[in-house]
């Protein structure tokens, strides 16, 4: 069992970014999988900071440089072992250009052009490079290069690992069985998102998903925030008319939200914790929210720290990861290249 996934070195990671993807993967280290004949294996994990998908919207080179290190430190701070799992940076493994060069020629335009988050961007900018076009290319690149079972991500990521899946199917109808091929090139990757959380919403419009993209620092709390902004940020996110702490996504999207983080970060049920707010103020329960959060993203905060006093010891995991993820990619690559006639 393989699994894949990857974060964007843009903007600033957020609690959105963590309960939807990074805490999923944390889980997923230690998943042991039932294989035929009763065996149990753990999954492979590779995770990884996508470097080349944040270069497809204008950014800031030294910037850029330091937010790759930051989206390191914020996976190892989340309690992902560079032991256990392949953490590295896509732009040190070029197989990733070389496949999503390949399967451009044969990713239909039309399926491009119907993809949600490519209109959602293209519309924000003034000038739309092929790049961003080309994107989605890109990350099943990524993820097709290591053979990949699950991809964990968020909601909005589904529509991109399905065109992935559709790439994968074509490709290996193309190219698979042939003379120059003796099966399947590549495995099939299926998205997975969490039932509760694949969605947070915005602080300050609860009718919108958290983005990093956001103009609003109010509207999502990053894993770097200190006590005192996420005080300030949680005492004043939207809430609802009312005054009942109630799981009412619909009625009431704003105190809904704040329930599901509440949750997620403390492990408790939301019906728990309806009834331990049964009767209180919404500013009660803001405060009792700020102080979990305050606390959970302590080691966030620390790991930052210490990677701005010794920032080697990040580059060293990275190291050692862009060679482990290379020899897998160069296996598949040789296979790719064979079955399309290249040399
Ligand atoms: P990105 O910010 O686009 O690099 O996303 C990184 C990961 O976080 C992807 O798996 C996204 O699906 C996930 N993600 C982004 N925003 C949210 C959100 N508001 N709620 C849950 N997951 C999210
Ligand atoms: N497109 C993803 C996002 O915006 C990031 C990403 C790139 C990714 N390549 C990937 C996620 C491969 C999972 C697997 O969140």
Known sequence: MRIFS????????????????????????????????????????????????????????TMLQRKIKEVAAIYLAAGLS????????QSQVKEHAELAWLLNTITPLGDLQRMTQFKEKAAKQANVEAGLFNYPVLMAADILLYQTDIVPVGEDQKQHVELTREIARRFNTRFGKTELSSGE??????????????????????????SKSDKNPQASITLFDSPEQIKKKISSATTDSGHEIKFQPKEKPGIS??????????????????????GKSYQEFK???????????????????????????????LADGALRAQKIAQATMQKVRTSMGLL
């Open 6 to 61: 990857g974060i964007q070195p843009s903007g600033d990671i957020h609690i959105g970014n963590y309960l939807g993807a990074i805490k999923q993967w944390v889980a997923l280290q230690n998943k042991v999988y039932p294989v035929r004949g009763g065996i149990s294996n753990k999954a492979d994990c590779i995770f990884c900071i996508v470097d080349w998908h944040a270069i497809t919207v204008p950014y800031n080179q």
């Open 82 to 89: 560079p032991e256990k799992n392949i953490i590295f940076v």
């Open 185 to 210: 090139v590549f495995s099939l990757p299926k998205a997975q998102t969490l039932k509760i959380g694949a969605k947070i919403m915005s602080l300050t419009a609860p009718d919108k998903k958290m």
């Open 257 to 278: 939200n704040l329930l599901t983080i509440y949750s997620l970060f403390s492990d408790k049920s939301i019906k728990d914790l309806e009834k331990a707010f049964l």
């Open 287 to 317: 405060a009792s929210l700020s102080e979990i959060l305050i606390e959970k993203l302590k080691p966030f905060r620390n790991k930052k720290a210490e990677l701005d006093k010794s920032p080697e010891s990040i580059e060293k995991i």
